[in-house]
């Protein structure tokens, strides 16, 4: 063992102590002995003072190497990266993951927002041949361009490749941020985008409508028709790249993306974030459009289903596969509430009626909380990470049920402090 030791910094000689570390660790049987060629440092390749990110991005390298990347071209792009500290705050902090619905909407459908996409709507003249060309309406995309990067004028500064290494050493999506990361790689191999001007958000989204280098990769277009993708500096490239990625998703020309709906006393919330069916089968168990109006003949034949974001205190909606289509572009229901409600106003179409209840926020340690007494009270809550999606949002909804409560799958304060409590009590069966 002490000659195998001393073998390795030998080998390590060139490296920072932090590598050397590593691999000692490894011979130490926390993984299986490396080769020599893997415990030997690529040239170039400093300590960024983190010995994670280094042993991280050590590991990282050699297997580009195996897949066939430039030695160079790995180290022209990766070798003096050091880990941002702001990535690690941000991560898991996206507001519509976090804020009351009601507070989200109302900071992302603002007057000024509303205003400011109908100015640009009016404007571009080249949008409606967008509109036609993928079937996605033209305020549906300014919208997205206002919800994403407010009209292309706060695309993010941050460099994209240090970003999404951050995340990949963190190792908390390791594998998600690995596979954009190479993505990222392409984009510059390619010439998609030159070294040093890679800028996005602190998660690797980029341009006017903000997209993950894959979906740049594959669903990135030229709209104005100079022989570049350029979703940077080109409104019709980032807004005709939009379009195509959700005419891909399977966008439906001419049906709605929500209803709002009243829903009667005694209604049984447990249904909401459930089936699928056709808005007469939801007519007849007393939902009604809160504009009194009567449903189009395209919509009629969708099968749509019914959400209350704020519980039942709040709106009610029933939702067509449009709505779903928007979340292929960010899997939150408030998100693309957001985008649907700001496309409406921005076509002069009336926003929503009923109040929006008064929320209060939950704090990331109130929702782990609550993951936790829901699981050990039997009710698959999932990971606790704080993030209250869909399948924290079944659990409450089965706790509800089973304790007589209103089954809305909504998650407040006052629930968290029932979960709390009643942790300690044995499941209920039949749930």
Request: proline share 6%; charged share 20%.
């Amino acid at each position: 063992m002490h000659s195998r030791v001393l073998l390795l910094l030998i080998l390590a000689g060139c490296a920072s102590p932090d590598s050397a570390l590593v691999a000692i660790a490894q011979q130490s049987g926390v993984a299986p002995p490396p080769t020599v060629e893997s415990t030997r440092p690529s040239p170039g390749f400093g300590g960024s003072g983190d010995s994670t990110f280094d042993a991280w991005r050590q590991d990282f390298v050699q297997r580009q190497r195996a897949a066939g990347w430039s030695e160079a071209f790995l180290r022209q792009h990766l070798g003096a990266l050091t880990p941002d500290p702001r990535v690690v705050a941000l991560d898991s902090r996206q507001p519509e993951f976090s804020k009351p619905v009601g507070d989200y909407l109302r900071g992302s459908v603002s007057e000024d927002r509303v205003s400011i996409g109908r100015s640009k709507r009016a404007a571009a003249a080249w949008l409606p041949g967008v509109e036609a060309r993928y079937g996605v309406p033209a305020e549906i995309l300014v919208a997205i361009w206002g919800m994403e990067s407010a009209f292309g004028a706060s695309q993010g500064g941050m460099d994209v490749v240090r970003s999404l290494a951050t995340l990949a050493a963190e190792g908390r999506r390791r594998g998600w941020a690995e596979g954009q990361l190479l993505a990222a790689l392409r984009m510059l191999r390619d010439g998609d985008a030159a070294p040093g001007t890679l800028k996005g958000s602190w998660a690797g989204a980029m341009g006017q409508t903000q997209f993950m280098p894959d979906t740049f990769l594959s669903t990135a277009v030229d709209g104005d028709g100079d022989g570049r993708r350029d979703i940077w500096s080109s409104s019709p490239d980032a807004l005709a790249s939009a379009a195509n990625l959700l005419a891909r998703a399977g966008w439906r020309s001419g049906e709605s993306w929500a209803v709002e709906v009243t829903l009667p006393a005694g209604f049984d919330y447990s249904l909401s974030e459930g089936p699928r069916q056709r808005p007469a089968d939801w007519q007849a168990l007393g939902a009604r459009r809160a504009d009194a109006r009567s449903f189009s003949q395209a919509d009629a034949g969708s099968e749509v289903q019914l959400i209350v974001p704020a519980g039942h205190r709040g709106p009610a909606f029933l939702v067509f596969p449009n709505h779903f289509v928007i979340r292929k572009y960010n899997n939150s229901t408030s998100y693309a509430l957001g985008v649907g409600m700001l496309a409406d106003r921005i076509a002069g179409r009336g926003g929503v009626i009923a109040a929006w209840p008064a929320e209060q926020p939950l704090s990331s340690v109130q929702r782990t909380a609550a993951q936790h007494a829901l699981n050990r009270l039997g009710f698959a809550a999932g990971e606790p990470d704080g993030v209250v999606g869909i399948n924290t949002r079944a659990a409450v909804r089965a706790y509800q049920r089973s304790r007589g409560l209103v089954a809305d799958g909504y998650l407040d304060p006052d629930l968290v402090r029932r979960l709390t409590a009643d942790q300690a009590a044995p499941p209920t069966t039949g749930h």
